[in-house]
């Protein structure tokens, strides 16, 4: 688009990623700018078959898109979708006197812009324009200055692509042959899949311990506030009392050197006490100092917004993404947390402005990285421009007001001073009727001056850890001060398993490892929720029965593959060779054909005939004859040949041997009904994925006689048996042959009205009856088998009610307030089944969320995840006419394979560039 008060001729073309990122820097540039988008990448790797250009097709190597034997070589392939952009690119580029590059400043954007100048073969000057923030002074800036392509970029992102290209195409096949079809494999997707499986497995070993304790009530007897505090027993006779931490996985102690006191001891001590005069033995007091937290980088913004807001991972990006190309925000996939000169001056006088001096420290705070081998040179996550807006002063709502919010808050409180106050810790003690000496310790915390803590709080994925603004006020006490035990209670206490991953945990546990790029984290973690690996519950991450089969598969023979220093070393390589410390070629051959006695990933799915398909997809359970298989079809129980379904939401943990004897007690997934007395089929009752349902089953076809020529018939042509679902008022023990004839006369003729045949049949919206393209509803799946003609007359005689014009039924479950909209989310039951909405926006439940137990912060989530994905879009209404128009056109030239000429190839020569970057082009 020309730029604001710019002329439609403009002689400097810049291009960007997104249209959005374009309309906000067009307002910024004067006239003789013309600012378009390349709508993400221009060019990739063939996706399809029908991508790979026919003089390709033939090499071994077209099914990869790269050239193994040629130093790994991509073949590289204009979007089918990107087309028409590219054509309009080079329009523009015509008109224009110079090209500037400016999409983002990290690999990725600077993979896209080499790709655009390799595509659009530019005769005229190309600058690389970069900045870090979209404001006036950010723009006329990164125009004013202006670098050459860093090649080393180029080639870390390409190094990256070719890898996730070999690893998923050479690994997939074996998931598909011996586990099951249309599954994936990725780089670090199997990383992150292999993590949330193994917390379930340490969940699945674990064994619970009981211990009790005792919670004493003093009263110091004075008159002062506070007068009365709580303390927990810690010892007896010299011996600590057991707490959860010493208890082992197995549910035994660590060590014999403690107390464990079981439900009779606790209560038996607790009469022992009764009466009995304590005394303070020693009061412990320290200064506590709690430091600001630094601004945000990618993960810590990921993890606070799951955490405060209930946003995922990829919601918060989406969030950010607008926040940045609006000019709200700097760039929001960064590993630093530095602050430029002008934002910490921003920050302080902004901290100065609503708290006062003497919450500012005299000198700016400085904070350095903790992520190791941070990508590039970006600033933190923070409001954009020389002088911050307060969230008032933005005009934004909704998501992206709270998200801004959260930045600004952080942003100014990492420019503040300490926090300060003191902690005390106090010990009492006194001696039960048995002479046994006891010792109780009670710790609190007093905050003097809260420093950055007015400004904000950082939230916590425990939700018992206090928060750091909390305090807990003790009474002034002393030693030998005389204390009163107004109560004393036996508490009981179990311990728990490792919790499961959240978004949030899982985030930190991948940077931590140092496992994939931080920007990459919010799409591995809708991956492997897209693909089925991992499931919600609540917020909690639950791997599938299948992400058990698949990294079972990848830890027995593709091992190194998903090990965690393999795949975080694989970082490292790709951070050298962008900083020119290593090349791609050796680094991929090393990868892909192995050395000195390390077999690569050619040779690893080369043998799989020692892979036993059933092994790797069963799983037993303890103490049982049970096995869970994972078949095509889905999760299933087999004990000695007997077989019954898993529900898909169930958690592997929850799959005990009681919840398996439950399922195996069910009525049987098979009951013979009898026969129809008509065909003399039998007619069986039986429990499928989708629910209970009755079919028939067909006569097997007679052999050939001998020496005759065996018959093949397609799998269209022969015969298919009736089925039907049941009724939701009927049950699989219950329904019988009568029930069954019935449901599989269904689609059942009505009778006849005005000529037309009126049938009776039932659809995803429930039951109904047609007459032609008419239909109306019925009230209940019963009246499909009793509805007369002269009522489905009446039916059709009245008006068809639809949409908001239908009674609306009542929630299944109130909730509480969306914390974006304010209003109350409703639990309700639609078409495609049971969804939230505050009665703005709607969002269905996803596998793992149960109606009863939903939690307001889960289904808040669910609205926030559907608002960032925007509204969907309506497909445009095509005529048959234009369909087979377009159906029998010729392919034009336009939508022809792009070759892969000498200017869009990398060769050897050009592999190799300066530690600067500044080289020419790469060709």
Not at 772 to 799: C, H, M, N, Y
């Amino acid at each position: 688009m020309p730029a604001k008060n710019g002329s439609g001729g403009g002689t400097r073309l810049v291009i960007v990623e997104s249209p959005s990122k374009a309309k906000t820097i067009a307002g910024y540039l004067g006239r003789g700018y013309v600012v378009e988008s390349s709508i993400g990448h221009i060019r990739d790797l063939p996706q399809k078959a029908d991508d790979i250009p026919d003089e390709d097709r033939d090499k071994p190597w077209a099914r990869l898109g790269v050239n193994v034997d040629g130093n790994f070589e991509p073949l590289y392939i204009i979007n089918p979708d990107k087309h028409a952009q590219v054509r309009k690119l080079r329009a523009l580029l015509k008109d224009a006197d110079e090209l500037y590059l400016a999409t983002d400043e990290d690999r990725e954007g600077e993979a896209i812009a080499w790709h655009l100048r390799e595509v659009l073969k530019p005769k005229v000057p190309v600058h690389r324009m970069v900045f870090h923030e979209i404001t006036p002074r950010a723009i006329q800036e990164a125009v004013a200055n202006p670098r050459d392509l860093n090649l080393r970029l180029v080639d870390a992102q390409e190094t990256r692509r070719i890898l996730d290209r070999l690893y998923g195409y050479e690994v997939s096949p074996v998931l598909w042959k011996k586990v099951k079809p249309r599954l994936s494999a990725g780089r670090v997707q199997s990383v992150a899949t292999r993590l949330v499986v193994e917390r379930e497995r340490e969940r699945l070993a674990f064994t619970s311990a009981s211990y009790w304790d005792l919670q004493a009530l003093f009263d110091t007897g004075r008159d002062e506030v506070p007068r009365e505090f709580t303390a927990m027993l810690t010892g007896v006779d010299g011996k600590r009392v057991a707490q959860g931490r010493d208890f082992a996985t197995n549910g035994t102690l660590k060590s014999a050197d403690v107390l464990h006191l079981d439900e009779a001891a606790a209560r038996a001590l607790a009469g022992r006490l009764a009466g009995t005069a304590y005394a303070v033995v020693s009061v412990e007091r320290k200064p506590y100092t709690r430091k600001p937290y630094a601004p945000f980088r990618t993960t810590t913004l990921q993890q606070e917004a799951s955490r405060k807001l209930g946003y995922s991972a990829k919601t918060t990006m989406q969030i950010a993404q607008r926040l940045y190309e609006n000019g709200f925000i700097t760039y929001m996939r960064t590993d630093s947390t530095t602050l430029s000169e002008t934002a910490v001056a921003a920050a302080r006088s902004q901290a100065i402005k609503l708290y006062g001096a003497a919450y500012v420290p005299d000198k700016p705070r400085v904070y350095a990285s903790k992520v190791k081998n941070a990508q590039e040179a970006h600033e933190a996550i923070r409001p954009s421009g020389e002088e911050f807006r307060t969230p008032g002063e933005t005009g934004l709502t909704g998501d992206m007001f709270r998200l801004y919010e959260l930045i600004w808050q952080r942003t100014v409180a990492s420019q503040m001073k300490d926090a300060v106050g003191e902690s005390v810790t106090v010990k009492a003690g006194g001696d039960s009727s048995a002479g046994e000496r006891v010792e109780f310790t009670a710790s609190g915390r007093t905050i003097t001056f809260h420093g950055f803590l007015k400004a904000y709080v950082e939230g916590a994925d425990d939700p018992a850890t206090d928060r750091d603004d909390s305090e807990k006020r003790l009474p002034e006490l002393t030693e030998g001060d005389r204390l009163t035990a107004a109560e004393l209670t036996a508490l009981s206490h179990a311990t728990k398993p490792p919790a499961r991953y959240t978004e949030a945990s899982l985030v930190k546990e991948l940077e931590d490892r140092e496992i994939g790029r931080p920007s990459t984290y919010a799409s591995i973690i809708g991956t492997i929720l897209d693909r089925g690996y991992v499931f919600k519950k609540g917020t909690a991450l639950v791997p599938s029965f299948l992400a058990f089969a698949v990294v079972n598969l990848l830890e027995r023979h593709f091992g190194h593959l998903v090990d965690y220093d393999f795949t975080a070393d694989l970082e490292k390589v790709l951070d050298d060779i962008a900083n020119d410390r290593a090349e791609r070629v050796p680094e991929l051959r090393r990868f892909y054909f192995g050395e000195e006695g390390d077999e690569g990933l050619k040779e690893l799915v080369t043998d799989l005939g020692e892979i036993d398909a059933k092994e790797i997809s069963s799983f037993p359970i303890r103490g049982t004859d049970i096995m869970i298989r994972v078949g095509r079809y889905g999760p299933y129980l087999d004990r000695d040949g007997a077989r019954v379904n898993i529900p898909e939401d169930l958690a592997p943990d929850e799959l005990t041997a009681e919840k398996a004897e439950e399922l195996f007690a069910r009525p049987s997934g098979e009951r013979e009904l009898g026969r129809d007395p008509v065909t003399g089929h039998l007619i069986v009752a039986k429990d499928g994925r989708y629910g209970p349902y009755v079919t028939e089953i067909l006569p097997e076809e007679p052999a050939p006689a001998e020496g005759a020529a065996k018959r093949r018939t397609k799998k269209a042509d022969a015969p298919k048996p009736r089925i039907s679902s049941l009724f939701k008022t009927m049950s699989l023990d219950t329904v019988t042959l009568d029930d069954a004839l019935k449901l599989l006369s269904l689609p059942r003729t009505v009778g006849e009205i005005d000529g037309e045949e009126v049938t009776a049949q039932n659809g995803k919206f429930g039951p109904y009856i047609k007459k032609g393209t008419d239909s109306r509803s019925l009230a209940s799946e019963e009246e499909l088998l009793t509805v007369t003609i002269e009522r489905a007359k009446e039916l059709f005689a009245q008006p068809k009610t639809r949409g908001r014009r239908a009674a609306a039924a009542p929630p299944l479950r109130e909730l509480g307030q969306d914390p974006v909209s304010g209003k109350p989310i409703v639990v309700k039951e639609g078409r495609f089944g049971p969804y939230v909405t505050d009665g703005e926006t709607n969002a269905s439940l996803r596998k793992g969320d149960e109606v009863e137990q939903i939690t307001t912060e889960r289904a808040a989530e669910l609205l926030a995840d559907r608002r960032a994905r925007g509204p969907v879009a309506k497909k445009p209404r095509t005529t048959r006419a234009a369909a087979a128009k377009t159906a029998t056109g010729t392919k034009t030239a336009a939508s022809a394979k792009t070759t892969k000429t000498a200017t869009g190839t990398k060769t050897a020569a050009s592999a190799k560039t300066t530690k600067t970057g500044t080289k020419g082009t790469k060709a």
